[in-house]
């Protein structure tokens, strides 16, 4: 089947995100190095996901199932995820100064919500309902990603564009699934 052979794929692609965690992002700094250096942290922690979402999808891909415990799992890591990109926003210096700042500020929040409409929707009427907690982890990650990415633009280094590939292949995916609906 095309569709299965395409989610393997993606999946194999989206696992540079694994490789991301050791390559500098920007300012020479990677994920790995970001979780240690104080006020980084919640830019860094969210890209962690990407080790368990490519663990969720081989799971998913091979067997279309999982477990209860670890719906609970996929379902409370991407929300408390969520929750740390959204405290960025907390945490940040008053109103967007910048086109930049406005597009970092608003793409992520659209992503989240987005992702939520469509987790439920999938979950209640999805023919790949069982996708949900990896679909799960895919947006709380794209959220960061994307928020990341705009704000650190033109400070790229090998890291950001390990991830860019990797958010244009969860947003594949992600769509891909939708329409498979």
Same mark, same amino acid.
Request: charged content about 10%.
């Given at each position: %089947?095309?569709?299965? /052979?395409?989610?393997?794929?993606l999946?194999?692609? #989206? %696992?540079t995100g694994?490789?991301?965690?050791?390559?500098?992002? @920007?300012?020479?700094?990677s994920?790995i190095?970001?979780?240690?250096?104080?006020?980084?942290?919640?830019? @860094?922690l969210p890209f962690?996901l990407?080790?368990?979402?490519?663990a969720a999808?081989?799971?998913?891909?091979?067997?279309?199932s999982f477990?209860?415990p670890?719906?609970?799992i996929?379902?409370?890591?991407?929300?408390?995820?969520?929750?740390? /990109?959204?405290?960025?926003y907390?945490n940040?210096?008053g109103w967007p100064?910048?086109?930049?700042?406005?597009?970092?500020m608003?793409?992520?929040?659209?992503?989240?919500?987005?992702?939520?409409?469509?987790i439920?929707?999938?979950?209640?009427? #999805?023919?790949?309902?069982k996708f949900s907690?990896?679909?799960a982890?895919q947006?709380?990650?794209l959220?960061?990603?994307?928020?990341?990415l705009?704000?650190?633009?033109?400070m790229?280094?090998?890291? @950001?564009?390990?991830?860019?590939?990797? /958010?244009?292949?969860?947003?594949?995916q992600?769509i891909?699934?939708?329409?498979?609906?």
């Open positions: %089947m095309i569709t299965s /052979t395409a989610h393997l794929l999946t194999v692609v #989206g %696992m694994i490789v991301a965690l050791s390559l500098p992002f @920007a300012y020479d700094y994920p190095e970001a979780v240690f250096k104080k006020g980084l942290w919640p830019f @860094a962690f990407s080790i368990l979402a490519s999808s081989v799971r998913w891909i091979i067997s279309d477990s209860r670890e719906q609970v996929a379902y409370v890591l991407s929300a408390s995820t969520a929750g740390v /990109t959204l405290s960025l907390v940040s210096d100064s910048n086109v930049q700042e406005w597009l970092s608003i793409i992520p929040i659209a992503i989240l919500l987005f992702g939520v409409y469509g439920i929707r999938n979950v209640s009427v #999805g023919r790949y309902k907690p990896v679909m982890l947006v709380a990650y959220a960061n990603a994307v928020l990341c705009i704000e650190f633009f033109g790229w280094q090998a890291g @950001a564009y390990c991830v860019l590939v990797v /958010t244009l292949v969860y947003l594949f992600i891909l699934v939708q329409k498979e609906r």
